[in-house]
């Protein structure tokens, strides 16, 4: 585990850590304190099952984690995620 320190927009530090997703070649910058994602995003993201062209959308994301994973299990998909809290996806 990686750690850093950043700021963020309004100009506040955050520390923050990578987690290293190595089977999907993903590095995920997470805060230390409040949301993180946790193994059972992973495991949805695991069971989805997409089709070619197949159009997704990710209401309420977080991090993004399930939307990238999935970009990478299915390459062909177009995948939007969307997030309206700021903190979550800086």
Not at 20 to 43: C, T
Request: glycine share 6%; proline share 3%.
């Amino acid at each position: 585990m990686h750690l850093s320190e950043e700021k963020t927009p309004k100009g506040q530090t955050r520390k923050s850590s990578a987690t290293s997703l190595k089977k999907y070649n993903l590095d995920i910058l997470q805060p230390l304190e409040g949301y993180r994602f946790s193994v059972d995003a992973l495991l949805l993201a695991e069971f989805a099952r997409v089709k070619k062209r197949e159009r997704l959308i990710e209401l309420g994301a977080g991090c993004g984690v399930i939307s990238m994973v999935l970009a990478r299990r299915f390459p062909e998909a177009s995948i939007m995620a969307v997030e309206i809290q700021e903190e979550l996806f800086q």
